[in-house]
């Protein structure tokens, strides 16, 4: 049973409040967070890579064969681990099934991984069926470095940090191997309708 | 990789047991949590308020007490609008119960055994954290070098600003700058934190500092993106940016 803080009366009837997980809030704007500098690579320097465990190269792409892709404008909601949620963002981008098309892999588990030395990782489950995308484009415009451009993963159905910034590939691997918040505490799923913020939830 | 963090499964009941006004917008909640499991200096933690419906709120603070300190600190800034802080700044007072859990995150943290120089840099209240290691590196006698650099907007808004004088020392320094209102006999520094004053007040490149840098996002990607112009790595920078509520925490947006 928790305490009841005296006088405490809050916000409750915020629009929209149903539609958000538990112990989230709702934002208008689009609150910046990462754990070191936004890093700048030049365009003709940007690839996108899918390796294996052994770093091999399954797939590549550099920025003008990445935008010759087949892409999906997606409108998703998306919900960080520091509380707040943001309904309906439109995002523009290329569907992760799109780029493991043709990839032939028993791996069960995949790392992202970003400039600046970021990583995530997440069930490869998780980033098939249309579930996500890597994403350039937000809000009809091209996706701003501090938000994660020029291409960001976007996997909306899990917290927003899953949600690799400065994207530059996927690892493919048999075994999970936890990234960078996710071995500071972190839970390694983050699952917003279960509520998986940090470690034994 | 920094020290795993115990998993912060339970939520504990804190109780007020002092309040103390740090600017006419800040105040610092001294609490009792019986069961509080410790935590590095940098960590935060989580808040959540309970109405009498059982309507609640939850939002993540820097903890400003250092690790062993008798009393766990929360100092918070009052967002007009917003929905948790205006009830710790303006309601809460001795005796009053709220839930924390924590401590959170193993990033944004400082640890005496590491070498340093360390160099902190503060946008408003982004020096909560940095209390918090300034204390530590005090109470655990660390000789590694510290110079938190801290920016407010007037004299008036500078948070912990007498102890923060009393914190300098052989090991410790702090600097001021105010962007705004100096007022009369002002005699630190003037203007915004950029690369000429990184350059002036921090350490070369070469010496290889940490830096830790912590308030609002457009402070922090300023601060930021001129140390590595500077030519700092940018694996030895680590950033906390202020959501829009104030409150601290990882990655995301």
């Known amino acids: 049973m928790a305490v009841v803080s005296r006088g405490f009366q809050g916000r409750r009837r915020q629009p929209g409040a149903g539609l958000v997980p538990p112990g989230q809030y709702l934002v208008d704007d689009f609150p910046v967070l990462s754990a070191g500098p936004t890093p700048e690579v030049p365009l003709e320097r940007w690839d996108l890579t899918v390796v294996d465990e052994s770093g091999a190269v399954l797939a590549r792409w550099d920025w003008e064969a990445f935008l010759a892709l087949p892409a999906e404008d997606v409108t998703v909601d998306i919900h960080c681990v520091t509380r707040w949620s943001k309904l309906g963002t439109r995002w523009r981008g290329v569907s992760v099934d799109t780029l493991l098309d043709g990839i032939d892999t028993d791996a069960e588990f995949a790392v992202a991984f970003c400039d600046g030395g970021y990583t995530t990782n997440l069930p490869l489950t998780d980033l098939l069926d249309g579930r996500a995308w890597v994403a350039y484009g937000y809000e009809g415009e091209a996706l701003e470095p501090e938000h994660g451009g020029p291409a960001r993963l976007l996997v909306p159905h899990l917290y927003f940090w899953k949600s690799a910034k400065w994207l530059r590939g996927l690892q493919l691997r048999a075994e999970d191997e936890p990234g960078f918040w996710e071995s500071v505490g972190y839970h390694n799923y983050g699952d917003p309708w279960r509520e998986q913020r940090y470690w034994g939830d | ?253």
Do not use: K
Request: one cysteine or more; hydrophobic letters at 40%.
């Open chain 2, 1 to 253: 990789m920094p020290a795993p963090t115990p998993a912060p499964a339970r939520w504990l009941v804190a109780t007020v047991a002092e309040t103390v006004p740090e600017t006419a917008r800040a105040v610092t909640l001294r609490l009792d949590v019986p069961g509080w499991p410790g935590h590095r200096a940098g960590q935060h933690l989580d808040v959540r308020l309970t109405a009498e419906d059982g309507y609640s709120a939850q939002r993540s603070y820097s903890i400003a007490s250092p690790p062993g300190a008798e009393r766990l600190e929360l100092t918070v800034e009052r967002i007009d609008d917003g929905e948790v802080s205006p009830y710790l700044t303006t309601v809460a007072d001795v005796g009053d119960q709220f839930e924390v859990r924590g401590p959170i995150g193993g990033w944004f943290v400082w640890d005496p055994a590491d070498p340093g120089p360390v160099l902190l840099v503060a946008g408003g209240s982004g020096v909560v954290p940095f209390r918090a290691m300034l204390r530590h590196h005090a109470a655990t006698g660390s000789t590694a070098a510290m110079h938190l650099l801290y920016s407010a907007r007037t004299r008036a808004d500078v948070i912990y600003r007498r102890e923060l004088e009393e914190l300098a020392g052989p090991h410790r320094a702090v600097t001021l700058t105010l962007t705004r209102e100096t007022g009369p006999g002002w005699t630190g520094r003037r203007g915004r934190v950029d690369a000429d004053l990184l350059a002036e007040v921090g350490w070369p490149p070469e010496v290889q500092p940490r830096c830790y840098v912590c308030g609002p996002t457009p402070f922090v990607e300023a601060v930021a993106r001129a140390l590595v112009d500077l030519g700092h790595a940018p694996a030895r920078i680590r950033t906390e940016r202020f959501g829009p509520t104030g409150s601290a925490g990882p990655t995301g947006g």
